[in-house]
């Protein structure tokens, strides 16, 4: 999740988050000072550079993790958990920061003093003590230092998010960079996947269906010429009988086709039925566990039938196993796709088929893992996101 700042976070709570913020300012400065300034002959010298560098890091790596704490807490921030920033980045960090937050305590201060002059007119009015003219003057004067005081602790108070941001977490920039980059990956997966797709059903077709319906046609011709010429009632008998044979296994070859394609049972039983259709025709025994409560979005529903029959597929031609076990569940708006065959393993997660599985996910914000030693078992986990 990308570093910001929770709308939800209180403004006394931001403010106490601010006021914290000038003490470990001042932490930092000192820090940066004073052991600066005691190891800077170490720094020089080049035989202990690195051990007296190391020292200071040290030092700089617990006040930025302090400073992420102090962000995370008060200002509700939530930074990639698996982004770390190298060693440089948070040096600069902490120097802007010692910074920032020093400015920041000086101009509290002048707050607090300006607070006190306010305190000190208020008693002078009372008093009677001040003139109109003086009391308007002091009130404008007032009003402008206050305005230009309450404007510097905002500014201050976005350098010091736009600063943790930069260090802590990818910038904004950044983000837009690599999801742009991500769609465009997924888009073209998708592209190849379904061009892979085609040429496998057109392999089906020409491989399969086509010969059959050509051997099916050279059956009926020799009927016909058998008919025509009465020769051999008997044999035209058989010829047709194996046309009709030939004929039922086109029907089903077809079907096995149109279902690889896109199973109508998906869009009109759902796809806890789809997924029986692709358990009865397995050729090896398939075990479904469907623990999904309530529906699921088509483009998800679509994605998980596709990963369970490719899986399922590979498994009885490729991987030799004799059991399949198949799991979906929910949980929140994540469902997972769980597939474990007993085969000989090996699969290779960069093969064309898991390839495409792949980018069909990416199209959705999934993601697909391929656990597949050698000898086996392999286990392959699909993550759809269903909001």
Known sequence: MRGRTADTASWPRRATGVLLGVPTAALAALHLLLTGAALGPFLLWPRTRPYAYGSLLAGVRRLAALERARRRAFFGDRFPRHYRADDHRLLRYLAVRAGGGLVTGAVLALLGFGAVLVGLLVRGVLRGSLGGEELLTQVLLGGVLLFLAVQGLYSLAALDARTARACFGPSEAELLRRRVAELADSRAAVVRAVDAERRRI???????????????????????????????????????????????????????????????????????????????????????????????????????????????????????????????????????????????????????????????????DGTLHVDSPAGGPTVITAELPCA
Not at 215 to 224: E, K, N, S, V
Not at 256 to 277: C, F, K, M, N, Q
Not at 331 to 347: K, P, Q, Y
């Open 202 to 364: 057109e392999r089906d077709l020409h491989d399969g269906v086509q010969q059959r319906l050509v051997a099916l046609a050279m059956l009926l011709g020799r009927a016909r010429r058998g008919r025509e010429r009465d020769q051999d009632p008997e044999r035209t008998d058989a010829l047709l009988r194996q046309a009709h044979r030939e004929a039922r296994e086109v029907l089903t070859e077809l079907r096995e086709v149109a279902w690889r394609a896109y199973p109508s049972a998906l869009d009109t039983l759902g796809l806890e039925e789809a997924l029986g259709g692709v358990a009865g025709r397995c050729a090896i025994p398939l075990r479904l566990r469907y623990e999904v409560d309530g529906p699921l979005p088509e483009p998800v529903r679509t994605a998980a039938y596709f990963v369970v029959s490719e899986c399922v597929t590979n498994a009885a031609k490729h991987a030799r196993a004799s059991a399949v076990e198949v799991r979906l569940g929910r949980t929140g708006s994540l469902l997972t796709v769980r597939i474990e065959d007993d085969g000989a393993g090996g699969a290779d997660p960069a093969g064309s088929g898991l390839t495409g599985l792949r980018g069909r996910l990416a199209a959705l």
